[in-house]
């Protein structure tokens, strides 16, 4: 993994909490809410309509600026999941109910899946949802692409749907690099501040400090060994190498 898909998968899910038909029950990277028995069943314990969000996998080839930083095409992947024994039965008219208006029947399981499909990308493409903001500036899409899965087991009438954006993320950051305010990384740490995230020092951690320094720190943003470095004459400034401290100058003229 990378901080590049933390950040994706993070500003994903508060993007989402509260903007779709399944409330704030959105899943950052929760292990098995959907499961596939030996019988070749799908189930779940959920007990409410729900998107997990995960970061599955990347490629990348490495290139001469980005290196081990890099990070390529990221799959973000949206899951979502509804049965019929999620209904709870409307009190006033006594007809069970998945969510407000829509009872549990097979055609309201699939068209559940249907609209959060729809909600995500709207939501991930929303100009006013700084989450959704943050999360586009991390990378280039690439791709989608949908999938769906069901199971008519008795009592259960399970529908689960997919939904993958490649993401051509961003290369991660180097520990402590100067980061202007305005990056996605700077802003998502904002907005994970603002909103008290539990991730939020953790976060700013893995960022880091920046220190200024009279030379950028090349070895770790190519990802190249220091002798390597040293011998492009990075460090050098007319000949003068950067472990040459400068104590004097003076300005000669040539003679009249």
Known sequence: MSLAMWALRTAAVEALRGATLVGDNVLDSEIAPLDLGPDGRVTTDR???????????ADHTLDATTRLRGNG????????GVSAAMAVADRETGRSEIVEGLPATDASLELILDILACQIWRVLSDPGNPWAQVFLELGQIRGKSQARSSSGAERLRLAAGQLRISVEALPDPILGQDLPPASPWRRLLALMLAAE????ALFAMMLGEHEPALYPQVERLLGAPVRNVEAMGVYEFGGVGRDVAVTDAALETGAD
């Not at 007990?47 to 996998?57: L, M, N």
């Not at 095409?73 to 979502?80: C, L, S």
């Open 73 to 80: 095409v990221v799959e973000v992947v949206f899951n979502t």
């Open 47 to 57: 007990k409410q309509p729900f998107i997990a969000v995960y970061t599955d996998a």
């Open 197 to 200: 995230h539990p991730n939020a």
